[in-house]
């Protein structure tokens, strides 16, 4: 009995140390310490309230500074967002970025790297080469990094996917305000054109039910009704269905379909995000 009361405490001695790990905060991040290439900043500026810059979920700037060597320096600004939905959002559809190109802005060549939450914008002379390995160095060694594509992208159908027809939409969605973030995919087979679109996280009831509210709904006769699920048309001779799936995740699928290819579609579609982990 005293060896299993010693075992016990342990066992529950071990469990406090986990748990305080867990509850270890992250300790704020000192931009005056980044370094780019072993150089430090000399000049660090925080905007904790980006209001002007009328980004939807942008939570906060950081502009830093990098003396390089004379008359070069190289400046980063980070615009961080609310998650990495909102970046990626931004990142694609504001037209201000053009992926792994350098973009010329007068004398200034621009780059830009979307890691997380965060979209980092770097600005240097157009004269000075600065390869892209460093400045991936550079987001990879940033604190709070972590790394990897969403695994939301990863949940839905591959079959038939159109090539760089994959969007976000934060704000509307199929032409209505919408009340909650979704990735969009396209595809495409033969004379078959349709997409499907996921909520990112889960969806609030009262959420999709506004969102749902402001569709055209209608009752089609060539497939069994669902009160789950609602059906709609957003456009000439375009069918759609969408659900909130048990546990909160919300799937849709529209396109050029008749009902009963659409219905398949949605519970190919339905299975595969309701299955996925994230």
């Avoid at 980070?78 to 931004?90: N, Q």
């Avoid at 996917?161 to 969009?184: D, H, M, Y």
Wanted: overall charge negative; hydrophobic content about 40%; proline content about 4%.
């Amino acid at each position: 009995m005293p060896h299993l009361r010693k075992k016990c405490l342990a066992l529950f001695c071990m469990a406090l140390a986990l748990c305080g790990c867990k509850q270890e905060e992250e300790r704020p991040v000192d931009y005056g310490e980044i370094l780019y290439k072993d150089v430090k900043p000399i000049g660090v500026h925080v905007d904790e309230h980006p209001m002007a810059e009328h980004v939807a979920a942008l939570i906060k700037r950081i502009d830093l500074r990098y003396p390089m060597m004379v008359d070069d320096t190289l400046d980063v600004c980070i615009l961080e967002f609310k998650s990495d939905v909102y970046a990626m959002d931004y990142y694609i559809n504001s037209g201000r970025f053009q992926g792994i190109l350098p973009i010329l802005r007068g004398a200034e060549m621009e780059q830009s790297i979307r890691s997380d939450a965060r979209i980092f914008i770097f600005t240097h002379d157009s004269f000075r080469r600065y390869e892209r390995s460093d400045l991936e160095q550079y987001v990879r060694a940033f604190p709070g990094y972590h790394g990897g594509f969403p695994q939301e992208f990863l949940s839905l159908p591959f079959e038939h996917r159109e090539a760089n027809k994959t969007s976000i939409q934060t704000r509307n969605f199929l032409g209505v305000k919408s009340f909650f973030p979704v990735l969009v995919q396209s595809y495409r087979n033969s004379n078959l054109q349709w997409n499907v679109a996921r909520s990112w996280e889960q969806v609030e009831e009262d959420a999709f039910a506004s969102w749902a509210a402001q569709l055209k709904k209608v009752k089609p006769a060539e497939i069994a009704y669902d009160v789950d699920v609602v059906y709609f048309t957003a456009g000439e001779g375009v069918n759609g269905m969408a659900s909130r799936l048990s546990g909160g995740r919300v799937v849709v699928v529209w396109g050029y379909l008749s009902w009963p290819d659409l219905e398949r579609k949605f519970f190919v579609a339905s299975d595969r995000v309701f299955e996925a982990r994230y």
